[in-house]
Structure formats: structure tokens, C-alpha cells
């Protein structure tokens, strides 16, 4: 079971993306609408936050948007409110959080679309506090090396280099998906399309204020067929 008594109350979720490794499947719906079950993954997302206390979600759309709003609606029928951020065009990680910047609260949590990572938020809130962070990032441990390491953590939770692409063996975490900023981070934003991994890590981690929590518990991202297959055979949508 999950607390709920958490001060953070907001959810920003990117749920942009065009899906092209999961195609036929997401030809007709976006990815987060993939089913699972008898609910779409997006929805096992929003039951997660929900029982951990939050109350409000961002939708940061674009590709078939209209389907997560004909499913999600206002949120009042999960019990929850959704409001969504549409991209026109796509903007990349930074710029969809940038296009919804006018929504934001001062803190926010921060997951994709196509990824579960079953962990208890209090652990970011925790983190921030004690560091005046930024930023906390979640990594994985990655003891069965699912995918290159491509975070260097400190002992004290600082986070020393991040590099997405063609990391180097120095690295010893793999970045997990959730996430915790302060909105004003997005001060560093250098345009309206851009990476936030690439664009404004760097200057958070530069500044000592991007920080990690190490976790040994799996996350799960359905972006490939392989994928998808281990998160439908391995998610317990009721945890």
C-alpha cells in the first residue's frame, strides 16, 4: 500500500509521443492508450498517483490526443482533475513541459506516458527537501543490466553526469522515469523545442541541484514490443 499524505498534489504526464516501434498497434490510438486489461496503461498510471494523494493531473498530448480525452474527460469520473497541454507539432521533453508551463504548480511530479515505476513519491519529496534540489530523479540500480547505465550518481544523491545517448562505461544507474522539478527550473528552457535531459540536466547537474533517489525496484516501459509484452505479463494494475 502506498501513503497518501503527501504535500505534492500534481502529476505532469507526456503523453506525446508518435509510437512508432509499437506500430500497427498505435496507428489508431497514441501509446498510453495501449490496453491493459480491461483499462488503457494510462489509467493504471493515474490509479498509481492516486493512491499516493494526487489530486491533478497535466496531459502534455499530441498524437491522437482526442482518444486520452474522450477516455480521461475532466478526470472527475476517476476522481481526480486532467487538464491537457496539446502540442501541435512535437516539442520534445523540455518543450512539452515548456507549452505547459501556464498549468504547472510550483512542484510537480513528472512521468512518461509509457512508463511504470511502482515507488512510494514521499522518497523524491524527501530528497528535495533535504538537498533544496531542483530536481530528483529516480535510477535504477540495473543489476540485470536491462539497458546501459546512463546516469553517474554520487554517494550523497548528487547526480555527477547524465548522457542519454551512447553513454559511457562510467556510468552506474539507468535513468527510471519519474521525476520530481520545481517549475522554475524551466527558467533554464533555451528555446521552444528541446530535450529536457539534454538541455536543462546539464545546467541543474553544473549548479548541484539535480539530485537521484537509487532504487532497486523495476520500472517498466512498454515503448518496445518486448516491452510492452514483460509489463502486461508483470504489472499488478492494483498495487
Known amino acids: 500500500m502506498f501513503t497518501s499524505d503527501i504535500m505534492v498534489k500534481q502529476a505532469v504526464i507526456l503523453c506525446g509521443g508518435l509510437g512508432t516501434r ?15 486489461g480491461e483499462k488503457p496503461f494510462l ?12 489530486e491533478r493531473f497535466v496531459f502534455c498530448t499530441g498524437h491522437l490526443h482526442e482518444h486520452i480525452e474522450k477516455h480521461f474527460g475532466n478526470g472527475s469520473q476517476f476522481g481526480v482533475e486532467i487538464i491537457y497541454s496539446v502540442e501541435l507539432e512535437p516539442l520534445g521533453t523540455g518543450g512539452a513541459l515548456l507549452n505547459a508551463k501556464h498549468l504547472l504548480d510550483e512542484q510537480f511530479f513528472f512521468a512518461f506516458g509509457d512508463s511504470y515505476l511502482p515507488l512510494e513519491l514521499r522518497h523524491l519529496i524527501r530528497i528535495q527537501k533535504e538537498n533544496n534540489a531542483q530536481g530528483v530523479i529516480t535510477i535504477y540500480m540495473n543489476n540485470d543490466n536491462i539497458a546501459p547505465n546512463n546516469i553517474r550518481i554520487m554517494p550523497d544523491g548528487r547526480i555527477l553526469n547524465y548522457i542519454k545517448k551512447n553513454p559511457p562505461d562510467s556510468m552506474n544507474g539507468l ?9 522554475d527550473m524551466l527558467d533554464y528552457a533555451p528555446g ?8 536543462i540536466f546539464p545546467k541543474l547537474i553544473n549548479t548541484g541541484l539535480l539530485f537521484g533517489l537509487l532504487t532497486s525496484k523495476r520500472f517498466y516501459d512498454i515503448g518496445t514490443p518486448n516491452g510492452l509484452e514483460l509489463a502486461r505479463r508483470e504489472i499488478n494494475d492494483t498495487d
Do not use: C, H, W
Request: glycine share 4%; aromatic share 14%.
Open 175 to 183: 535513468e527510471a522515469g519519474l521525476s520530481l522539478f520545481n517549475r
Open 192 to 199: 521552444r523545442i528541446f530535450s529536457l535531459e539534454e538541455a
Open 22 to 36: 509499437l506500430r500497427p498497434l498505435t496507428y489508431d490510438i497514441p501509446k498510453p492508450m495501449i490496453p491493459f
Open 43 to 54: 489509467e493504471i498510471l493515474v490509479d498509481y498517483f492516486k493512491a499516493q494523494g494526487i
